[in-house]
């Protein structure tokens, strides 16, 4: 009644008007805001399209396959490692299109092919990054946001990587056709863990052990070298749900695409860490309980002497340099000790590490832990039983209370089984992540231990 009545109203007034143009201006003007007041509108955050780089010119051969796979060599880039690559792309096609993945889209032919173009070049790594992925024009068919796509593979790429480096930037390139919106640290990600899943390297660089050497970040974020360290925990996380599968990782990725139907920028919820919260949650396993088990989970990597005591394959399956550094080692006979490390802040699901020996503790005696963080995050805080072969012989937790940033682990050693003592803290964050978005809950926490004999 109220849109009648303000059209009888513009009537009456534009019935008074002399100027039929004025007229017309005035009522195409009303009728606009009536139509604009009526039209869905999206309240969520928005982001921009990814950046877009044009295609490189390869002035070398093409390296075509059954497949709609294709190689572009550059002059300098050795044909070898090229008929390797494209034997990588060949398999991670086949198998993303087994098991149900999205697969790069036809292209229209913008890289002189009908398929999917991956160009081999020397000196194109960029940001550090020895493969790079963008898009040529948006996709109107699919009934969501999707673009054409290609990826660029520096040919300084380790030769015995060539498979898994192609793998990875298959699955990136695929993912970004299919859901531009989603942050490039999250594609990264999950190309590293498939590439993984296929050949046993986790994706094209370094980084894995870059990553779980700096701990107190976090998995998956906006920082530019964010991405190969979320490999780690998409495995993780597949290990614990799909048997490394990969279908339950798949099946997050065909809830965060959506349709922008409006406006210049892309709609940009759910995200990914929206969807695992959300599943996990319907699951009844929840993403704060697996935060934490991961947290201890990847001590456990490195060295032989800590992988001995793995709790899951994945983790073994890490490069040497992937171990965790200590913010603080002490013994039993040092305690009381104050722990509280300077400069280090922990991001959301970051985590730090302290090592007790209690090998000379008297059997029935307690390490005291007390931990305080800072306000405005949850904190977890863990002591894990480790024994003279490294293996966990037990735990305790204390409940994360976001609210209140203390806690404290009263741990009895009642056998003479525990060697050492595992102090892991974690910052829990006071809401999800955003890989989209800078990451402001950034916290220190300090430590106390004392003992009761």
């Known amino acids: ?162 498979q898994a480096c192609a793998v990875d930037a298959y699955v990136q390139a695929s993912l970004l056709s ?37 701990p107190s970040r976090g998995w998956v974020t906006d920082a530019p070298d964010s991405g190969e360290g979320g490999g780690l925990f998409l495995a993780m996380l597949s290990a614990r749900t799909d048997g490394l599968t990969g279908d339950f990782i798949r099946d997050l990725w065909t809830g965060a695409p959506q349709l922008t139907w409006e406006g210049d920028r892309l709609r940009a919820a759910p995200d990914m860490w929206q969807v695992i919260y959300t599943v996990m949650e319907v699951g009844q396993d929840p993403l704060p309980q697996l935060i934490e088990e991961m947290s201890v989970a990847r001590f456990f990597a490195g060295s032989e002497a800590r992988r001995v005591g793995a709790p899951m394959g994945v983790v ?24 509280e490390p300077n400069g280090l802040e922990l991001e959301p699901f970051g985590s730090a590490y302290l090592l007790v020996d209690t090998s000379d503790a008297p059997a029935g005696s307690v390490l005291r832990i007390w931990m305080r963080g800072e306000y405005g995050v949850g904190w977890s805080l863990i002591a894990v039983r480790l024994g003279a072969d490294g293996r966990e012989r037990g735990r305790v ?24 003592v595992l102090v892991v803290v974690t910052n829990m964050g006071g809401r999800l992540p955003d890989a989209d978005e800078p990451e402001e809950m950034l916290r220190a926490f300090r430590l106390i231990l004392d003992k009761s004999e």
């Not at 550094?325 to 006979?333: F, I, Q």
């Not at 806690?407 to 009642?414: M, R």
């Open 316 to 339: 073994r399956a890490l490069p040497a340099d992937a171990e965790v550094p200590l913010v603080g080692t002490t013994s039993w006979g040092e305690l009381p000790r104050r722990y």
């Open 1 to 162: 009644m109220t849109v009648v009545a303000a059209l009888l109203a513009a009537s009456s007034w534009a019935g008074a008007q002399d100027d039929e143009e004025a007229e017309e201006g005035y009522f195409d003007e009303f009728a606009e805001a009536i139509a604009d007041s009526m039209a869905p509108r999206w309240g969520g955050p928005r982001v921009d399209w990814p950046e877009r780089r044009p295609r490189p010119v390869a002035m070398g051969a093409t390296a075509s396959s059954l497949h709609p796979v294709n190689v572009h060599v550059g002059p300098t880039a050795h044909p070898d490692l090229a008929l390797a690559v494209l034997d990588g792309l060949e398999m991670a096609h086949g198998w993303l299109e087994t098991n149900g993945w999205p697969t790069a889209p036809p292209d229209g032919g913008y890289g002189g092919t009908p398929g999917f173009d991956l160009y081999l070049m020397r000196d194109a790594a960029r940001e550090g990054r020895m493969i790079w992925t963008s898009w040529d024009t948006p996709l109107l068919w699919g009934g969501l946001d999707a673009v054409t796509s290609f990826a660029v593979l520096d040919a300084d790429a380790p030769p015995d990587r060539a």
């Open 397 to 420: 937790r204390a409940p994360v209370r976001p609210r209140t940033p203390r806690s404290y682990i009263p741990l009895e050693l009642t056998d003479d089984e525990t060697e050492r």
């Open 178 to 214: 299919r859901d531009p919106a989603e942050a490039e640290a999250w594609r990264v990600a999950t190309g590293t863990y498939v590439a993984w899943l296929l050949t046993g390297h986790w994706g094209c660089g370094e980084a894995m052990g870059a990553h779980q050497q700096a």
